[in-house]
T-cell receptor, first 115, second 108 residues
Framework: DVKVTQSSRYLVKRTGEKVFLECVQD?????MFWYRQDPGLGLRLIYF???????EKGDIPEGYSVSREKKERFSLILESASTNQTSMYLC??????????????FGPGTRLTVL | DAKTTQPNSMESNEEEPVHLPCNHS???????IHWYRQLPSQGPEYVIH???SNVNNRMASLAIAEDRKSSTLILHRATLRDAAVYYC?????????FGAGTRLTVKP
């Protein structure tokens, strides 16, 4: 089975802190994604990566950056956390290039609270 | 973007079939129809996808209307573990956009 793991299930940070969310997949997938999920807004794509050291902006990249130094690991960085970044963060991976029949595999999520 | 419309919520009794509808009247000829579900406190998981023909797998069946403007996810015998939010998504090469989904409640 594909496994996507996220470094923390719950995280509490203070405004202005730098926050790192880590995601690791164990199936040699090319693509990795970061979403946030908020009530009433559904899942929204923050960034994605289709190769090591490559990154593409999603729908809501402002306030976030990402890093992909190794194929299996994709990190989401909040340079200076703000209260409006309190959310559920979901990482996903998929085996092929971005495509119509591609399946995404999600991690369990990290619930981040910024005080 | 082609959009999908799903009921906000549905209820089912345990061990009965469940038909979850999705309307996608603006679907393009090359969009695939995907279904994901999200169990409580978990990330979404893939359920099934199709283009034109009906599809079956171990989790569910997908019935696609002949004009492709709607589809139905069928759970043949709902269990309590099937209680989740079910998302119908149209996939092109660039997008996978989740809507609000249908919250399925399964009653014992």
């Amino acid at each position: 089975d594909v496994k996507v793991t996220q470094s923390s299930r719950y995280l509490v940070k203070r405004t202005g802190e730098k926050v790192f969310l880590e995601c690791v997949q164990d199936m040699d997938h090319e693509n990795m994604f970061w979403y946030r999920q908020d009530p009433g807004l559904g899942l929204r794509l923050i960034y994605f990566s289709y190769d090591v050291k490559m990154k593409e902006k999603g729908d809501i990249p402002e306030g976030y950056s990402v890093s992909r130094e190794k194929k299996e690991r994709f990190s989401l960085i909040l340079e200076s956390a703000s209260t409006n970044q309190t959310s559920m963060y979901l990482c996903a991976s998929s085996p092929t290039r971005w495509g119509r029949t591609d399946t995404q595999y999600f991690g369990p999520g990290t619930r981040l609270t910024v005080l | 973007d082609a959009k999908t419309t799903q009921p906000n919520s549905m209820e089912s009794n345990e061990e009965e079939p469940v038909h979850l509808p999705c309307n996608h009247s603006t679907i393009s000829g090359t969009d695939y129809i995907h279904w994901y579900r999200q169990l409580p406190s978990q990330g979404p998981e893939y359920v099934i996808h199709g283009l034109t023909s009906n599809v079956n797998n171990r989790m569910a069946s997908l019935a696609i209307a002949e004009d492709r403007k709607s589809s139905t996810l069928i759970l043949h015998r709902a269990t309590l573990r099937d209680a989740a939010v079910y998302y119908c998504i149209l996939r092109d090469d660039n997008d996978m956009r989740f809507g609000a989904g249908t919250r399925l409640t399964v009653k014992p």
